[in-house]
Structure formats: structure tokens, C-alpha cells
């Protein structure tokens, strides 16, 4: 088929791209189809054009056996990624799959997918079924030297005896997880029965549009780890995420059990002006408009609930809700909402300040931070040039703003575990700090090199500058931090970033045929890969900091590293831009003094050590069966987190407010109370943060160096007349 060349300007800078694995995303109907349906059959057409055409694919494939092989191993990954329910005998049962994947998608066929999910689907419920068997027969002995070894992703797929095995040592382990947290048996086995007849009750919820569209995705990745299909309404709600903005009552829900709860209320959106809605409370049926139909939606999917409830702003929704302290057969409460635009503010960007106390004679300093969670923005506001469109630039440059109302001595940007978003705010965001100039060279499938400038005049903030980043930094926080290291406008500090150097386009599959609906979906296509202005790719090897933290993940765990069809690292020639500074004369003492105080720091050395004790438990892979150890190992945390409140609190240092709630429970989020679990999240949020700190801390030691030294000033900054304020 023939696809118009012509495509939406629409470029994304993700980190990874998550599978869209078997979640439920479609209606309540669970029958599985006998194959597609016309759309899906159309969707699977439309979805080869692109993937198999090198005018829109960066590294388009063939789609032949070879590519076959390929789709049908991330299928079965996707189906059951941790190898617990498909026996080995089961895998070779779809071996005359393998090299009829090809086949399935050209046609529009899906016979070979929906078979593999069937037995999916049987194989969960034999596998669950035997584990509800075995909490009413089995009594349980944690005395021996077994252990659970739950790392499965290498493993070889396991005969049905195996299983067997390893089924029982899971149950095992959940059983003792809860019977350390204190529970009885009774209880336990109560907890445990539900918790199996829930996962199976989550497979059975899946269905036709489900199978479909992790299949395309199995598809999708096979190309490349960050090309996806999104089928209609998944594409809506990444929308929805990129634009920090929906039309809504501003309530989080959670699906607990067989029904709808409210896990928290958004500030400003029509639950939280009404008053009438918490945490907690449970949302038993829905009605549109002021009248009519209430439809009861206990044991509903909660995407299908979401849709009931969202709609267009001003439009009025009816809601049945049993307050959260109510028995569960409660009557319920009616109330109408109107709907409204709800701003996501807590996926926006923050600021604050730090002080930084002086020593050795330096000066305190005031250290202003922003926290940049994604690089979001809303494309359709823009498009209408809507004036209060969400944008993580127009964010930041009003948050640079006050922190120069507060005379701030130098600014943090903290871009840990952003994963990245759009490609024009990394660009536009780079240009608050830099004035005019490339910010990133970009390669199409073809060859041809743009550049993407920043062609305003002027800047936000031209004082100290730091980016601090981790391996979670993906993709647009790449190009930003590659941009201001290459420019030499600040310090880069923290972790080896995760190493995405492509573009993704969002390409709306229905602006082809001739439809009156959202019928096909979105594919989420890499389109480019882009260079930093110095000609470096940060595909596989991310930005390198100047200035480096511990590391907390291995990079063959967690990273562009770990994908085996990833791009491969490249260089092409550098782009002509400005050297404002050159801190290699300086990073040695930086580096000292950071040692020197971090040495004294109890928080980062506390910090130092959990990080230390996380990698080596996760590459163990593997936990004891044996009550004594677990409760040994329990113990010494606890030990250790009353000791590090102790001291934090005979050292002046603020009480740790999440530490009291640091204890494993065995229980899974939604078996929890949903309104303190909410409440115990937020008390995560304000932890104490050391590293942000630290870095505040090497920011101003970088500013002391340069202010105190005007040779050494002129050395690092030669171009610091025009970014003044470095030096004072």
C-alpha cells in the first residue's frame, strides 16, 4: 500500500518504551474473537506501510520469517515475561508460529496470536488454580535452606514439573512476606486467595483489543525497542500525559478488589471545589447529565470507568459514591459534577531554594532548584495558540523568574528519572540558558542532517548553572544536558544517563482512510536519530557527567544497553557554537571538595550505603525461604532505620517522615487502604534528599572557586562577559 509521505510535526525524545503489555485498555466485553475485526485488520495494514518503508522508519525491516522469529519471541515476552505460566512443551506447541507472524499481519489474520494467547489465558488459570489448592493443603516449613529464586528472564522455559516447583516457592514466599509483617494464618490465606483469584480475574478481562494490540507492539518493538502502537484509547491517554491536562472530575482512581476507589483528590479540578469527594471513597455507578440511566460499574475495568466519568468540560456526570468509612453494602451517596480542564500539577515543574551555610571563609549562598519531571507539552493548545497551554518551558522560565525575585546565587536544574517528551521543549528549554545558537543535530532515515537552533535572543537565567541527572534521564534531558555540557554553560553531575539518542513521531493512523471516528490508533515511530552539537551521539553511552555520584543501577540492567535491537553509538561532524566555559581546570578540586564533605555527610553516606546494599541484593536474584534469616535480615533494618533516626535527630538533621512506614507489609498497592497508601506515598516525596544537596553544594563550591580566582575565572570562562554572572 502507498502512504503519503506527509507527516504531522510531531517529534517525541522518550526514554524507553514501555511495552504495551496486556492491560486492560477496551470494553467490558472479555469474549475473544475468532480473529480481527475490519479495523484491526485495516490497523494492521496500515501499521506494515510504516514500519516496512524507509521514508518513514529510520531502520525500516523486512517483514519476512526472519522478522517473524523475532516478533514471536517479544510476543511470548510480553505474554509472560517472567516465564511462570508457558511450559517448554507449550513453546515448542507454537513453533509452526514462529514463521507465520509475517503471514498473520499481512493479512490481517490474527489466528496465530489468539491461539498463543488461549493457551496463555488456560495456563494462568491452571497455574493460579493450583496455587488457591495448595494455601488450603500445604503446611508450610520455613526452616530449610530453600529459596525462591525469582529471576526469570534468562532462565530457560521450565517443564510443567518445574513450574510446579517454582509455583510453590512463590506462594511460600508470599505467605512468609506476611507472616513476618505479622499476619495470621487465617488472614494470610484470606489475602493470598484473593490476591490469585484477582490475577486470574485480570486475565479474563482481556479481550480481542487487548491481544491485538500487544501484538502489533511485539511487532512495533521488533523494529526498534521505541517504535510502538498505541491503539485508540491508549493513544488518547499518552496525549493526555504529554499535554499534563484532561477534561474530568480531578480525581486518581485505583481499582481495588471489584471496584473503583479514589486514591487522590487534584487540587483545583471539580472534586476537590465541591468538597463532597476523599480518598478512599468508592464509586459504584455512573450517570451522564443531570438524568437518566445510572450505570452500575462494580466489577468494571477501570479504563471503562475512567470513560464514564471523563468528558467534555462543562457537561455534568452523576456519581454513586460509599464513603470510604461505610461498610461496602453502604448505600451509596449521589452527587453531580461538572466537568472542567484539570491542570496535572503535580507532574509539573517545581521549584525551591536551598542554603548552602559558608566555610573556609566562603560566603552562604542561596541555591534555587527546579524539578523537571518531563519534557511535556500541550500540542493541540499550541497548535490553537492557546494562551495557558502546558509547556515545561513557559514552566521553568516563570519558576527562573522568581527565583531571581529571591536573589538566588545559582540554579539546579534536577532532571532525575525524566524520561523525556517533546523534542522542540528540550530545544526551546536549552535556549533559556543559552542564548541563540544549535542545541542538536538530528538524522533522518536517509542521511540528511538538520539542525534544531534556538533562535531567540537572550536568556531566562545567565548565572551558575548546574543539570543534575541520573540513569533514569532519557532522551530530551539528554539533549538538554548534552547541550549545556557541550556549551560549557554548567556542571553536569550525577549518574551516566540512560543512553536514548532517537526521535519518536507520532503518526495518527486515521488521517489515512476515509473514517468518521478514531478507528486505528497511533504508532509512535522513530523517525531520527539525534547528535549533540560536539558530534556525539548519547545513544548506549548517555552524557557522561562531570562530577559523578554513585552509581545506583548497572548499566546491563537498566538502560538503552539492555535492548538487543538498539542503534548502535555513532559520531557525525560537530556544529559551529559558543564556548562560554571550560570547567575541566576546575572539576579536579570540585571533585575534592564534594569527597571531603561528603565524607562528613551522614545522609549521603546513609545514602552511599542503601544504594551499595540494593545492588548487591538484586544481583543476588534470589531470597531465603528460611524464617530465621528473613526475620534476621528484617530486624537489622530496622535496627539500622531507628539507629539513622537517632542520629539524624542528635545531629540537628530533619526526622526521615518516611521511615516510620518503611517496612514491608507483603501486601500488593491495591490490597493496601488506599487512602494511607496515598498518604504514605507523599511522605516519600519529602524525604531527605542528599544528593539534590549536594549538588546545591557543588554548585556554590564552583561559584566560590571562580569568584574568589579572577585568573582562574578567566580560564574556565572565557566567554563570561556575556554570561556574567558566574563570576562576580
Known amino acids: ?274 468538597g463532597k469527594l476523599k480518598p478512599g471513597d468508592r464509586i459504584v455507578a455512573v450517570g451522564q447529565g443531570t438524568s437518566g440511566e445510572m450505570k452500575d460499574v462494580i466489577g468494571w475495568r477501570i479504563d471503562d470507568v475512567v470513560e464514564q466519568i471523563r468528558g467534555a468540560k462543562n457537561t455534568p456526570v452523576r456519581l454513586d459514591v460509599v464513603p470510604a468509612e461505610s461498610l461496602a453494602d453502604a448505600k451509596p451517596t449521589r452527587m453531580v459534577l461538572v466537568r472542567d480542564k484539570v491542570r496535572l500539577e503535580e507532574q509539573a515543574a517545581k521549584a525551591q531554594t536551598i542554603s548552602i551555610p559558608g566555610t573556609d571563609g566562603a560566603p552562604a549562598r542561596k541555591i534555587g532548584v527546579i524539578k523537571l519531571p518531563a519534557f511535556y507539552q500541550d500540542f493541540e493548545g499550541r497548535r490553537k495558540n492557546a494562551n495557558d497551554y502546558a509547556s515545561a518551558t513557559r514552566d521553568v522560565a516563570r519558576l527562573l523568574a522568581q527565583l531571581k525575585v529571591q536573589k538566588v546565587d545559582g540554579v539546579v536544574l534536577d532532571l532525575r528519572n525524566n524520561g523525556g517528551g517533546s523534542l522542540t521543549e528540550a530545544v526551546e528549554l536549552t535556549g533559556l540558558f543559552v542564548d541563540k545558537g544549535p542545541v542538536v543535530q538530528v538524522v533522518e532515515s536517509g542521511g540528511r542532517v538538520s539542525v534544531e537552533d534556538d533562535t531567540r535572543s537572550g536568556v531566562a537565567w545567565d548565572g551558575p548553572l548546574a543539570v543534575l541527572i541520573n540513569r533514569g534521564s532519557a532522551s530530551a534531558s539528554e539533549i538538554f544536558a548534552g547541550a549545556i555540557q557541550d556549551y560549557g554553560r554548567g556542571l553536569v553531575i550525577g549518574e551516566t544517563t540512560f543512553g536514548k539518542g532517537t526521535v519518536q513521531n507520532l503518526i495518527d493512523l486515521d488521517r489515512w482512510p476515509q473514517n468518521d471516528g478514531d478507528k486505528y490508533g497511533q504508532v509512535k515511530l522513530t523517525i531520527a536519530q539525534f547528535f549533540r552539537v560536539s558530534g556525539g551521539s548519547t545513544q548506549h553511552k548517555g552524557v557522561v557527567p562531570d562530577i559523578r555520584f554513585p552509581v545506583t543501577v548497572d548499566a546491563s540492567e537498566f538502560g538503552e544497553s539492555t535492548y538487543d535491537n538498539a542503534l548502535p553509538w555513532s559520531r557525525i561532524s560537530p556544529v559551529e557554537h559558543v564556548q562560554y566555559g571550560n570547567f575541566a581546570p576546575i572539576l579536579p578540586r570540585l571533585d575534592a571538595m564534594h569527597a571531603a564533605r561528603v565524607a562528613k555527610d551522614k545522609e549521603f553516606q546513609w545514602w552511599s550505603e542503601d544504594v551499595a546494599q540494593f545492588r548487591e541484593e538484586a544481583a543476588k536474584k534470589f531470597v531465603s525461604l528460611n524464617e530465621v534469616e528473613r526475620r534476621t535480615e528484617r530486624d537489622k533494618f530496622e535496627a539500622k532505620r531507628k539507629q539513622r533516626q537517632a542520629e539524624r535527630k542528635s545531629l540537628g538533621l530533619a526526622l526521615d517522615p518516611f521511615a516510620e512506614t518503611d517496612r514491608d507489609d507483603g501486601l500488593q498497592a491495591n490490597e493496601r487502604n488506599i487512602a494511607e497508601d496515598a498518604a504514605r506515598e507523599k511522605l516519600e516525596e519529602k524525604r531527605p534528599d542528599p544528593l539534590l544537596r549536594e549538588s546545591a553544594a557543588i554548585l556554590a563550591d564552583a561559584l566560590t572557586l571562580l569568584t574568589g580566582d579572577q585568573k582562574l575565572s578567566q580560564q574556565v570562562l572565557p566567554a563570561s562577559r556575556t554570561m556574567g554572572h558566574w563570576s562576580e
Not at 508460529?97 to 494467547?117: E, H, T, V
Not at 493457551?119 to 488457591?132: I, L, N
Not at 490469585?196 to 482481556?206: E, K, P, Q, T
Not at 488518547?236 to 477534561?247: V, Y
Request: aromatic residues 10%; proline residues 5%; without cysteine.
Open 1 to 274: 500500500m502507498k502512504l503519503s509521505k506527509t507527516l504531522p510535526v510531531l517529534a517525541f525524545a522518550f526514554a524507553l518504551s514501555a511495552p504495551i503489555a496486556l492491560l486492560a485498555s477496551a470494553d467490558k466485553d472479555t469474549a475473544l474473537p475468532a480473529g480481527p475485526t475490519a479495523a484491526q485488520a485495516k490497523t494492521a495494514e496500515l501499521v506494515y506501510g510504516l514500519l516496512s518503508d524507509s521514508r518513514f522508519a529510520y531502520r525500516p525491516r523486512t517483514l519476512d520469517d526472519t522478522l517473524s522469529r523475532d516478533i514471536f519471541d517479544r510476543y511470548l515476552e510480553a505474554l509472560d515475561p517472567g516465564k511462570l505460566f508457558f511450559t517448554a512443551q507449550d513453546i515448542a506447541a507454537f513453533a509452526p508460529y514462529q514463521a507465520k507472524l509475517d503471514d498473520a499481519i499481512k493479512s490481517g489474520r490474527m489466528d496465530a496470536p489468539y491461539a498463543m494467547f488461549t493457551v496463555y489465558k488456560q495456563r494462568v488459570a491452571e497455574r493460579v488454580g493450583e496455587a488457591r489448592k495448595q494455601l488450603k493443603t500445604d503446611k508450610f516449613d520455613f526452616t530449610g535452606t530453600d529459596r525462591y529464586e525469582y529471576d526469570r528472564e534468562k532462565a530457560p522455559w521450565a517443564t510443567d514439573a518445574q513450574l510446579d516447583a517454582l509455583w510453590r516457592q512463590s506462594v511460600r514466599n508470599d505467605w512468609l512476606r506476611l507472616k513476618l509483617a505479622g499476619k495470621e494464618p487465617a488472614e494470610i490465606r484470606k489475602t493470598l486467595d484473593k490476591r490469585y483469584a484477582n490475577l486470574i480475574g485480570s486475565v479474563d478481562d482481556l479481550n480481542g483489543e487487548d491481544v491485538f494490540q500487544t501484538f502489533l507492539t511485539s511487532y512495533a518493538n521488533s523494529i526498534d525497542p521505541h517504535t510502538d502502537y498505541f491503539n485508540p484509547r491508549t493513544a488518547a491517554n499518552f496525549n493526555l500525559t504529554m499535554s499534563l491536562s484532561l477534561e474530568g472530575i480531578g480525581a486518581v482512581l485505583q481499582k481495588q478488589d471489584e471496584v473503583v476507589v479514589i486514591r487522590e483528590i487534584i487540587p483545583g479540578g471539580p472534586a476537590a471545589r465541591s
